[in-house]
């Protein structure tokens, strides 16, 4: 019999390989199902070094560490030793399941709920798969797909509980947002100055676009994190290396090479940007939560399959936007993908700023109808009880 006392487990496996944003996904989702659902959360992590960079506390030559509340367990092979199967367990991003655990998973008496936490994407398709099953070929289990997503055939998008009223709250109190920048050593916005962060996967445009900033009558303040991608931005200004702290100035731009901020740090640093450009997942669904104007630079797929995702977002995106900034801010992220004119879509894109920051917050009243990941995740594994 199962005590009725004891909180239900579930063991969240992620494959990192030098990505960051899976694991910054999982290590927000985990974080969540313990502080706000009570769950006792296993995270399996392949590759702790590389999850230290997002979670510095992180030991990465222990096996077994709680953090936040989260079991951390290195996921090696053999597991060792072979762990007692949980209630519910996720493999995150089609990762696959040790063979020796879905083995346990088929002999444990009640079969676990199984989740396959897939990508994000807009497209339609997306909300006809998500939450269906496919049984094992030979094993008495079934496999749920659970996709995130924005329509409310989907599991939605990951956002705490109380994040957009801190978020609102840290953005209107001006001495907190002084200390902020004051913390992170950073020179307070000079007037009329547009502070962004730029985090991308680099760009054959990146040359136009800091002229494009460096010729601007308005001051540009660009944040940059550091790593491979901040090379080009230090060749741009005739220097080497792009250590965290460096400082650059040509004409209206400066640029700032950032520390990689711990997760809460850095979605405080999206809430106190003017624009945001951001990449991939996480970041990019961090971004909409910050209320302010966004670009996204999708991770590119062979033959160029992620413009079909960027397609599907722009429309629901732009849906319900004014003509004018709608067709600026396609243009725009049109441009910043396909690397080219850039800087002919730039001066559109800025003029309807304004346009864009309310519509930000339209986005997320919309977004907010759908529900949050986690909390979606929880009652589907509720309602799924097999
Ligand atoms: O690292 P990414 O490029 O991840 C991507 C996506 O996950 C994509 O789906 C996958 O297919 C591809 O990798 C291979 O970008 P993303 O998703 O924004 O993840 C970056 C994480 O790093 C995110 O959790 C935010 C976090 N971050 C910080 O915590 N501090 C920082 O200073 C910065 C710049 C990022």
Same mark, same amino acid.
Request: glycine share 6%; charged share 25%; proline share 6%.
């Given at each position: 019999?199962?005590?009725?006392?004891?909180?239900?487990?579930?063991?969240?496996?992620?494959?990192?390989?030098?990505?960051? !944003?899976?694991? !910054?996904?999982?290590?927000?989702?985990?974080?969540?199902?313990?502080?706000?659902?009570?769950?006792?959360?296993?995270?399996?992590?392949?590759?702790?070094?590389?999850?230290?960079?997002?979670?510095?506390?992180?030991?990465?030559?222990?096996?077994?560490?709680?953090?936040?509340?989260?079991?951390?367990?290195?996921?090696?092979?053999?597991?060792?030793?072979?762990?007692?199967?949980?209630?519910?367990?996720?493999?995150? +991003?089609?990762?696959?399941?040790?063979?020796?655990?879905?083995?346990?998973?088929?002999?444990?008496?009640?079969?676990?709920?199984?989740? &396959?936490?897939?990508?994000?994407?807009?497209?339609?398709?997306?909300?006809?798969?998500?939450?269906?099953?496919?049984?094992?070929?030979?094993?008495?289990?079934?496999?749920?797909?659970?996709?995130?997503?924005?329509?409310?055939?989907?599991?939605?998008?990951?956002?705490?509980?109380?994040?957009?009223?801190?978020?609102?709250? +840290?953005?209107?109190?001006?001495?907190?947002? #002084?200390?902020?920048?004051?913390?992170?050593?950073?020179?307070? @916005?000079? @007037?009329?100055?547009?502070?962004?962060?730029?985090?991308?996967?680099?760009?054959?445009?990146?040359?136009?676009?800091?002229?494009?900033?460096?010729?601007?009558?308005?001051?540009?303040?660009?944040?940059?994190?550091?790593?491979?991608?901040?090379? @080009?931005?230090?060749?741009? +200004?005739?220097?080497?290396?792009?250590?965290?702290? #460096?400082?650059?100035?040509?004409?209206?731009?400066?640029?700032?090479?950032?520390? +990689?901020?711990?997760?809460? &740090?850095?979605?405080?640093?999206?809430?106190?940007?003017?624009?945001?450009?951001?990449?991939?997942?996480?970041?990019?669904?961090?971004?909409?939560?910050?209320?302010?104007?966004?670009?996204?630079?999708?991770?590119?797929?062979?033959? &160029?399959?992620?413009?079909?995702?960027?397609? #599907?977002?722009?429309?629901?995106?732009?849906?319900?936007?004014?003509?004018?900034?709608?067709?600026?801010?396609?243009?725009?992220?049109?441009?910043?993908?396909?690397?080219?004119?850039?800087?002919?879509?730039?001066?559109?894109?800025?003029?309807?700023?304004?346009?864009?920051?309310?519509?930000?917050?339209?986005?997320?009243?919309?977004?907010?109808?759908?529900?949050?990941?986690?909390?979606?995740?929880?009652?589907?594994?509720?309602?799924?009880?097999?």
């Amino acid at each position: 019999m199962t005590d009725p006392q004891r909180r239900p487990r579930w063991d969240l496996f992620c494959s990192v390989v030098d990505n960051y !944003g899976d694991i !910054g996904v999982c290590w927000r989702l985990a974080r969540q199902l313990v502080a706000e659902f009570g769950l006792e959360v296993r995270l399996w992590v392949d590759d702790l070094h590389s999850f230290q960079r997002l979670l510095r506390s992180l030991d990465p030559t222990r096996d077994e560490q709680i953090r936040r509340g989260v079991c951390v367990r290195r996921w090696g092979e053999p597991l060792e030793p072979e762990p007692s199967v949980a209630d519910v367990v996720i493999e995150a +991003f089609a990762c696959t399941l040790p063979a020796s655990y879905i083995a346990a998973m088929a002999a444990r008496k009640s079969a676990p709920v199984w989740i &396959n936490l897939e990508y994000l994407s807009a497209e339609a398709w997306v909300g006809e798969c998500h939450g269906l099953a496919s049984p094992h070929p030979q094993l008495p289990l079934r496999k749920h797909f659970f996709f995130p997503g924005f329509g409310a055939d989907t599991g939605g998008l990951l956002r705490e509980r109380g994040l957009l009223e801190r978020r609102r709250a +840290f953005q209107a109190d001006s001495a907190g947002l #002084a200390a902020f920048w004051h913390r992170l050593e950073l020179p307070q @916005p000079a @007037p009329g100055e547009l502070r962004l962060s730029l985090f991308s996967y680099g760009s054959a445009e990146l040359p136009a676009l800091l002229h494009c900033w460096s010729a601007s009558p308005r001051p540009v303040f660009c944040l940059l994190p550091e790593g491979r991608y901040a090379e @080009p931005v230090a060749h741009w +200004f005739g220097q080497e290396g792009a250590e965290p702290g #460096a400082h650059w100035q040509r004409g209206n731009l400066q640029v700032r090479v950032m520390p +990689f901020l711990e997760q809460d &740090n850095y979605d405080r640093l999206l809430w106190a940007c003017d624009l945001n450009l951001v990449r991939g997942e996480d970041s990019f669904v961090r971004a909409q939560w910050a209320g302010r104007p966004l670009v996204w630079q999708l991770y590119r797929q062979q033959e &160029n399959a992620h413009r079909i995702k960027l397609q #599907a977002f722009l429309d629901r995106y732009t849906a319900g936007l004014a003509s004018g900034p709608a067709r600026a801010l396609y243009d725009f992220w049109q441009a910043w993908d396909r690397e080219t004119g850039v800087a002919a879509a730039w001066p559109a894109f800025i003029a309807h700023y304004d346009a864009l920051m309310r519509h930000a917050e339209d986005w997320i009243e919309r977004q907010k109808k759908v529900g949050d990941l986690a909390t979606n995740l929880v009652r589907f594994c509720r309602g799924s009880r097999l």
